[in-house]
């Protein structure tokens, strides 16, 4: 195991240069599910590694519950600095859980409160996939529904008083992308990996704006102008006052770089397919950030196999 131990803990960083030239030259639905994807594997792989470090120096701490025999010199020489590092990584792992568990009430609560949301306008009337509900407050979301079925688009009234016809339709059209799309799922697991590895936080910010962006593009095919979704993104962000919250749930006047998302939105478009023309450098972003996946992936496997081969011989059956 040596130390290919502590490599996942450090290789997030080779998916940083990918995070921001996916926004700038991939299609928003090809970054989102790439860096998704990409962010997920590697916070799985240093979750498990700091797991492995717990394991190995938590064996020669005095009275633990584990077996005597993973306190064998076998089991100290697998890891370097073993004991240090160990100690470190019950500390390490205990706040990755703690970050973790934290992320998911607060999922839980934001949804639980966008429902008593969607249950007061049903009582006013609102029916479809749109909750129109009486508030001064001007906001918009994408409510998925439980299984992925019944999600809703909830919309203030103050909102809606804010637009145009075109762009309240534009404003449906981009939560109902972000409904399609379940993007509160790729937004969720890269919180989570975020929180798990902090070298992971722009894949994090990179995913959310993607997110957006996709759901942009689907709106302006949707209401067949770019320039209206455009108009309606910049005033919903100018007139929206919502506070400050976890973005789990993809909501039209989200937080970010509005300005950037205009601004695409006023240009021609991205690529037409999934994949771009290649680049050197985005080549070699990608070069870089599958290495770097593939290393952790198969440096976790390997500290794990021999973890598993030597704790195994060491416990009497």
Same mark, same amino acid.
């Given at each position: 195991?040596?130390?290919?131990?502590?490599?996942?803990?450090?290789?997030?960083?080779?998916?940083?240069?990918?995070?921001?030239?996916?926004?700038?030259?991939?299609?928003?639905?090809?970054?989102?599910?790439?860096?998704?994807?990409?962010?997920?594997?590697?916070?799985?792989?240093?979750?498990?590694?700091?797991?492995?470090?717990?394991?190995?120096?938590?064996?020669?701490?005095?009275?633990?519950?584990?077996?005597?025999?993973?306190?064998?010199?076998?089991?100290?020489?697998?890891?370097?600095?073993?004991?240090?590092?160990?100690?470190?990584?019950?500390?390490?792992?205990?706040?990755?859980?703690?970050?973790?568990?934290?992320?998911?009430?607060?999922?839980?609560?934001?949804?639980?409160?966008?429902?008593?949301?969607?249950? !007061?306008?049903?009582?006013?009337?609102?029916?479809?996939?749109?909750?129109?509900?009486?508030?001064? %407050?001007? !906001?918009?979301?994408?409510?998925?529904?439980?299984?992925?079925?019944?999600?809703?688009?909830?919309? /203030?009234?103050?909102?809606?008083?804010?637009?145009? %016809?075109? +762009?309240?339709?534009?404003?449906? &059209?981009? +939560?109902?992308?972000?409904?399609?799309?379940?993007?509160?799922?790729?937004?969720?697991?890269?919180?989570?990996?975020?929180?798990?590895?902090?070298?992971?936080?722009?894949?994090?910010? @990179?995913?959310?704006?993607?997110?957006?962006?996709?759901?942009?593009?689907?709106?302006? !095919?949707?209401?067949?102008?770019?320039?209206?979704?455009?108009?309606?993104?910049?005033? @919903?962000?100018?007139?929206?006052?919502?506070?400050?919250?976890?973005?789990?749930?993809?909501?039209?006047?989200?937080?970010?770089?509005?300005?950037?998302?205009?601004? &695409?939105?006023?240009?021609?478009?991205?690529?037409?397919?999934?994949?771009?023309?290649?680049?050197?450098?985005?080549?070699?972003?990608?070069?870089?950030?599958?290495?770097?996946?593939?290393?952790?992936?198969? /440096?976790?496997?390997?500290?794990?196999?021999?973890?598993?081969?030597?704790?195994?011989?060491?416990?009497?059956?």
């Amino acid at each position: 195991m040596g130390v290919f131990v502590y490599l996942p803990l450090v290789l997030p960083l080779t998916a940083l240069p990918m995070a921001r030239l996916a926004e700038q030259h991939l299609h928003p639905r090809s970054a989102t599910l790439v860096l998704a994807a990409v962010g997920s594997t590697l916070a799985l792989c240093s979750t498990l590694c700091l797991a492995l470090l717990m394991v190995v120096g938590t064996a020669q701490l005095p009275g633990n519950p584990l077996p005597d025999g993973w306190s064998d010199p076998e089991v100290r020489e697998a890891v370097p600095y073993e004991h240090k590092a160990g100690q470190i990584a019950i500390g390490v792992l205990a706040g990755v859980l703690a970050a973790c568990g934290s992320t998911l009430l607060r999922h839980t609560r934001t949804r639980a409160r966008a429902a008593d949301a969607l249950r !007061y306008a049903t009582r006013h009337g609102a029916s479809g996939d749109i909750a129109l509900v009486p508030s001064p %407050d001007p !906001y918009a979301y994408a409510l998925p529904g439980r299984r992925g079925r019944d999600g809703r688009v909830v919309v /203030s009234t103050a909102m809606m008083d804010c637009l145009d %016809d075109r +762009e309240r339709r534009a404003l449906v &059209a981009h +939560e109902r992308a972000h409904l399609a799309g379940r993007h509160h799922r790729y937004l969720l697991m890269t919180q989570l990996a975020a929180r798990a590895n902090p070298f992971l936080l722009p894949l994090r910010t @990179a995913v959310a704006y993607s997110t957006e962006r996709w759901a942009d593009e689907e709106a302006a !095919y949707a209401v067949g102008s770019r320039r209206v979704v455009a108009t309606a993104v910049g005033k @919903a962000a100018l007139f929206s006052h919502r506070g400050r919250g976890p973005a789990v749930l993809p909501a039209f006047a989200a937080p970010g770089p509005v300005p950037r998302r205009v601004a &695409a939105l006023l240009d021609s478009g991205p690529p037409a397919g999934p994949w771009p023309r290649v680049s050197a450098h985005l080549a070699v972003a990608a070069v870089t950030a599958t290495v770097g996946t593939a290393a952790s992936a198969l /440096s976790s496997l390997n500290a794990t196999v021999t973890l598993v081969g030597i704790l195994h011989a060491a416990t009497p059956l």
